[in-house]
């Protein structure tokens, strides 16, 4: 059974502030993606990285796939009081159902 | 578009009762279609996927199933509901043969057993 395990569970953190969260496996997936996903509304796809090594940059996120592909990181700078909300990672391999972590809960105080 | 239409948004419902969740999916024919449950807004549980009409895999043996009438219809259903089936339903949508793509989500309904 895959498994994702997203550290921490929760942040919060002052407006201004750097942050960083992880997502770890023992198992390598074929592409990693991250969501954000706000009170009440399905999680909406962030971004989606497929090569080890990887790394994109969406505004103030930057987002790290590991050399193995069995490990993430999502880092934020400057986090503002819309970054707040629940932030999922999910790997895939092939055709088969994504598998989600847990959430790290991340709330950004003005 | 692929917009995903769920409904209803909140439902209130005693133990014992059915129940019947509906998920509408537009844009490209033929998508992967699935139903998770996510718990005091933590982690998504798979519950079932289908890859086409009729076409059903479910990964949690328990008192829901759901069906696949039409390719972009994607229905989950219980005959009759535990108070452990409270939580927050999503329906997700992935284009077909895409498989490094990202997944659609529904807006969920809210489901509380009573």
């Known amino acids: 059974t895959q498994l994702l395990e997203q550290s921490p569970q929760f942040l919060s953190i002052q407006e201004g502030e750097n942050l960083t969260v992880y997502c770890n496996s023992s198992s390598v997936f074929s592409s990693l993606q991250w969501y954000r996903q706000e009170p009440g509304e399905g999680p909406v796809l962030l971004v989606t990285?497929?090569?080890?090594?990887e790394v994109k940059k969406l505004k103030r996120l930057t987002f790290q796939f590991g050399d193995a592909r069995k490990d993430s990181s999502l880092h934020i700078t400057a986090a503002q009081p819309g970054d707040t909300g629940l932030y999922l990672c999910?790997?895939?391999?092939?055709?088969?159902?994504?598998?989600f972590g847990k959430g790290t809960r991340l709330s950004v105080i003005a | 578009s692929q917009t995903i239409h769920q409904w209803p948004a909140t439902l209130v419902q005693p133990v014992g009762s059915p129940l019947s969740l509906e998920c509408t999916v537009e844009?490209?024919?033929?998508?992967?279609l699935y139903w998770y449950r996510q718990a005091a807004g933590r982690g998504l549980q798979l519950l079932f996927y289908s890859v086409g009409i009729g076409q059903i895999s479910s990964e949690v043996p328990q008192n829901l199933s759901a069906s696949r009438p039409q390719d972009r219809q994607f229905i989950l259903s219980s005959k009759k509901l535990l108070l452990s089936d409270s939580g927050f339903y999503l329906c997700a949508r992935r284009s077909q043969g895409v498989t490094t793509g990202g997944y659609t989500f529904g807006s969920g309904t809210r489901l509380t057993v009573v």
């Open positions: 844009g490209t024919s033929n998508p992967n």
């Open positions: 999910a790997g895939g391999s092939g055709n088969t159902p994504l598998v």
């Open positions: 990285v497929v090569t080890g090594g």
